[in-house]
């Protein structure tokens, strides 16, 4: 069943945090923010340290937008900050500063909709949740493809868009791009000046 349209399910679990660990992480702290809450299937594998990478790398251009990355695996906040102490080159995620999230209990996967019961790992989601703390885009991968970053980030400039100026986002639309407003005048309006 899909959260798009609905409160984004609330936790508190621990955390860690640029190598510090938050006891009480809860993402109630950033409503008045957009949050970029993605799942991976465990610590130390393959495709999920590009996938972290990925993220690090456009973080900025994220907060640019007012938007919060935070990470969630079902992995111990230990393993995490292992993780984080191992080197890119070792298949680690040290220099990742945003934080990620200990799901050990696996709850905040179930409550998501993304936990692979017979692997016992979440599947890759993508949650882009707006300041109000209301699911706006979801995206699930199976275990072995990796998300696009540019695609999250495409996503969050045409939520913004849309709550800015109150037009809707056609196929493959890029922030600066033509929008539309949402009627068959806009649509029409649309193809004709393509």
Request: charged letters at 25%.
């Amino acid at each position: 069943m899909s959260l798009v349209g609905k409160k984004a399910p609330q936790f508190t679990a621990k955390a860690v945090i640029k190598n510090k660990f938050d006891e009480n992480f809860s993402l109630s702290k950033y409503l008045g923010k957009y949050v970029v809450f993605f799942f991976y299937p465990l610590d130390f594998t393959f495709v999920c340290p590009t996938e972290l990478h990925a993220f690090q790398e456009k973080l900025q251009s994220f907060k640019e937008k007012n938007a919060e990355v935070v990470g969630c695996s079902i992995d111990s906040i230990y393993s995490h900050f292992a993780w984080l102490e191992t080197p890119k080159m070792k298949g680690g995620i040290q220099g990742v500063e945003y934080p990620i999230v200990s799901d050990i209990t696996k709850e905040i996967s179930e409550s998501f909709g993304v936990l692979n019961e017979e692997e016992g790992v979440a599947y890759r989601g993508l949650f882009i949740i707006d300041k109000e703390g209301i699911v706006r885009h979801e995206l699930i991968n199976d275990l072995f493809l990796g998300r696009s970053v540019d695609e999250a980030l495409r996503v969050l400039d045409g939520i913004i868009c849309y709550e800015t100026n109150g037009e809707v986002c056609p196929a493959n639309w890029h922030f600066g791009e033509k929008t539309m407003k949402p009627s068959h005048d806009g649509v029409a309006q649309y193809f004709e000046n393509e």
